[in-house]
Nanobody, 125 residues
Framework: QVMLVESGGGLVQAGGSLRLSCAAS????????MGWFRQAPGKEREFVAA????????YYAPSVKDRFTISRDNAKNTVYLQMNILQPEDTAVYYC??????????????????WGQGTQVTVSS
């Protein structure tokens, strides 16, 4: 079983950057596809980015493509989300999630089995 712990959230001005980390416990991290999701108050949890178990394949939501970068270091059991040019609409609780390996990366929360507790990202205008 893998447990996930996010960190790196905080308050940043519009146009700024943050890097989120998600540390996983357990020896099977490298067998999972990983994803980042976010949930703003009053809204449903939405897909942000996903990465395959090897790191060779990534996929992004259109709203973050070209601003955010997902990566992973399997030796450190960690997945990252580098967020640049942040905007107030990026304000949300960000969650990392682990899902079974699939060739096509998944974008629905129901397709991921394990979740972290979330980290708050607030972007001021």
């Amino acid at each position: 079983q893998v447990m996930l712990v996010e960190s790196g959230g905080g308050l940043v001005q519009a146009g700024g950057s943050l890097r989120l980390s998600c540390a996983a416990s357990g020896r099977t991290f490298s067998s999972y596809n990983m994803g980042w999701f976010r949930q703003a108050p009053g809204k449903e949890r939405e897909f942000v980015a996903a990465i395959s178990r090897s790191g060779g394949n990534t996929y992004y939501a259109p709203s973050v493509k070209d601003r955010f970068t997902i990566s992973r270091d399997n030796a450190k059991n960690t997945v990252y989300l580098q967020m640049n040019i942040l905007q107030p609409e990026d304000t949300a609780v960000y969650y990392c999630a682990a899902g079974p390996y699939t060739l096509a990366l998944r974008v629905r929360p129901s397709e991921y089995d394990l979740w972290g507790q979330g980290t708050q990202v607030t972007v001021s205008s």
